[in-house]
T-cell receptor
Framework: GQNIDQPTEMTATEGAIVQINCTYQ??????LFWYQQHAGEAPTFLSY????GLEEKGRFSSFLSRSKGYSYLLLKELQMKDSASYLC??????????FGAGTTVTVRA | IAGITQAPTSQILAAGRRMTLRCTQD?????MYWYRQDLGLGLRLIHY???????GKGEVPDGYSVSRANTDDFPLTLASAVPSQTSVYFC?????????????FGEGSRLTVL
């Protein structure tokens, strides 16, 4: 099974940078995902890491260290529309995806 | 528009009643999933299917059943609903043959059991 931990809430100012950490314990690692979920909506895919290192996608970057069971999502040049919940998820070898409880990010003007 | 369709969007149900949540995808994805989302607990996997004709149990399968008779449809049935099954239910699909195999989610079904 999976045990996935991420902070409950974070607040940041428009234009700033925020880093959301995620730690996990898994019985069979097969990829780590980050999803964004706005209130009342479905989650949408942001990023995927299966090898160690940094994946950059515009203002969003995601990092993975498999040996440490650790990932982070970096949001740069924050915009008001980035206020949402960010979900860390780990896939196992049966292709089941387990999610953390999510981090609610509030962007203030 | 291609994607995942869930029905109903919202439902209020009396305890003890049987309920089926419908999920259809037109992306020809091989894998499909049902999650429930509750405040403070995040998304929890109920059942999944990696290919038509097969299903598997997730983290919280008790009280729920699924079937996967074909690629496109993956209904979730509550045989006898209880108040603890009040939740938002998300269906998702993925193509396990591609590099990322990320999940695509439906818009959710909000179920209230009284």
């Amino acid at each position: 099974g999976q045990n996935i931990d991420q902070p409950t809430e974070m607040t940041a100012t428009e234009g700033a940078i925020v880093q959301i950490n995620c730690t996990y314990q898994t019985s069979g690692f097969n990829g780590l995902f980050w999803y964004q979920q706005h209130a009342g909506e479905a989650p949408t895919f942001l990023s995927y890491n299966v090898l160690d290192g940094l994946e950059e996608k515009g203002r969003f970057s995601s990092f993975l260290s498999r040996s440490k069971g650790y990932s982070y999502l970096l949001l740069k040049e924050l915009q008001m529309k980035d206020s949402a919940s960010y979900l860390c998820a780990v896939r196992d070898r049966d292709y089941k995806l387990s999610f953390g409880a999510g981090t609610t990010v509030t962007v203030r003007a | 528009i291609a994607g995942i369709t869930q029905a109903p969007t919202s439902q209020i149900l009396a305890a003890g009643r049987r309920m089926t949540l419908r999920c259809t995808q037109d992306m020809r994805h091989n894998a499909m999933y049902w999650y429930r989302q509750d405040l403070g607990l995040g998304l929890r996997l109920i059942h999944y299917s990696n290919t038509a004709g097969t299903t598997g149990k997730g983290e919280v399968p008790d009280g729920y059943s699924v079937s996967r008779a074909n690629t496109d449809d993956f209904p979730l049935t509550l045989a006898s609903a209880v108040p603890s099954q009040t939740s938002v239910y998300f269906c998702a699909s993925s193509d396990l043959g591609v590099d990322t195999g990320e999940l695509f989610f439906g818009e959710g079904s909000r179920l209230t059991v009284l």
